[in-house]
């Protein structure tokens, strides 16, 4: 059965780094693409960004600039790398990959960002 394991999430201060990893497993093959979603108290979860098997890469404005999404599809590990982290980047963030079947999701990693 597909599995998607994410790791790293944790407290951060505001304006640092922080990098969390997915890995999937039990895929027959790879995932056609591998992104993150989160979702802050309260409110709904939401795109961060995706990566594709062909390299393309896809973020949300919020996260544009300081946010960097990569990964080795070839193993089916997504990375998240935080920079300049701000309060409201604060949520469960959850991995996603896609296959031609259905999606998947991971259970989620907790990321405080502090002020």
């Known amino acids: 059965q597909v599995q998607l394991v994410e790791s790293g999430g944790g407290l951060v201060q505001a304006g640092g780094t922080l990098r969390l990893s997915c890995a999937g497993s039990g895929v027959t093959g790879t995932f056609n693409a591998m992104g993150w979603y989160r979702q802050a108290p309260g409110k709904q979860r939401e795109f961060v960004a995706t990566l594709s098997s062909a390299g393309g890469t896809n973020y949300a404005d919020s996260v544009k600039s300081r946010f960097t999404i990569s990964g080795d599809m070839d193993k089916n590990t997504v990375y998240l790398d935080f920079d300049r982290a701000e309060p409201e980047d604060t949520a469960i963030y959850y991995c996603?990959?896609?296959?031609?079947?259905?999606?998947?999701w991971g259970q989620g990693t907790q990321v405080t960002v502090s002020s």
């Open positions: 996603k990959a896609d296959t031609w079947i259905r999606d998947y």
